[in-house]
């Protein structure tokens, strides 16, 4: 019987430590996923609608909608994947305190304030990225062109880099 008791409580104190360990990784990922939506899923939904009602405005209507049902049906899906990843990434990278920290990071007005500002497609911070970007990716564009070109061949004329959409 005593041998019986012993097993048991073996049994129980070597258990325990995985179960608080699960809990500990379930709330880790809880929390993370709490921080993927209330950033970067945030952000992405923003600039997803800017950039589907952009694509979507010379539509018909009839098309548009059609186009509309289709693309946010394949958002979700994309949004349902990077939300898992990305909560289980961060859930095994850092701690819960560290996860509760950065929560508390992005709560703050100040910051979110400032996210707002950058996350807005008619701001003129977002303006200035923009235009910027562009011009960076049209010289990476140029010196590849130029890297493919055949010897003695002239050297590709540097374009006006393109403004960004408005």
Same mark, same amino acid.
């Given at each position: 019987m005593n041998r019986?008791?012993?097993?048991?409580? !073996?049994?129980?104190? !070597?258990?325990? @430590?995985? *179960?608080?360990?699960?809990?500990?990784? /379930? +709330?880790?990922?809880? %929390?993370?996923?709490k921080l993927v939506n209330k950033t970067l899923i945030k952000n992405l939904q923003t600039g997803f609608n800017v950039a589907l009602e952009k694509t979507t405005a010379a539509m018909p209507e009839a098309r548009a909608d059609s186009v509309r049902k289709e693309l946010n049906a394949e958002f979700e899906k994309q949004r349902a994947l990077?939300? %898992?990843?990305? &909560?289980? =990434?961060?859930?095994?990278?850092? /701690? !819960?305190? =560290? !996860?509760?920290?950065?929560? %508390?990071?992005? &709560? +703050? #007005?100040?910051? =979110?304030?400032?996210?707002?500002?950058?996350a807005d497609p008619n701001s003129s911070v977002t303006a200035? /990225?923009?235009?910027?970007?562009?011009?960076?990716?049209?010289m990476l564009a140029?010196?590849?062109?130029?890297?493919?070109? #055949? #010897?003695? *061949? @002239? @050297?590709?004329p540097m374009p006006a880099p393109t403004p960004a959409p408005k």
């Open positions: 019986l008791i012993a097993t048991l409580c !073996l049994g129980v104190a !070597l258990t325990a @430590p995985l *179960a608080a360990r699960a809990d500990d990784q /379930s +709330d880790r990922v809880a %929390e993370a996923t990077m939300v %898992e990843g990305l &909560s289980k =990434e961060y859930a095994q990278k850092f /701690s !819960l305190a =560290e !996860l509760k920290h950065l929560d %508390e990071i992005y &709560s +703050d #007005p100040v910051y =979110e304030k400032f996210q707002t500002m950058n200035i /990225s923009q235009n910027s970007v562009t011009k960076l990716l049209n140029v010196a590849s062109a130029t890297d493919n070109q #055949p #010897p003695g *061949a @002239p @050297p590709v």
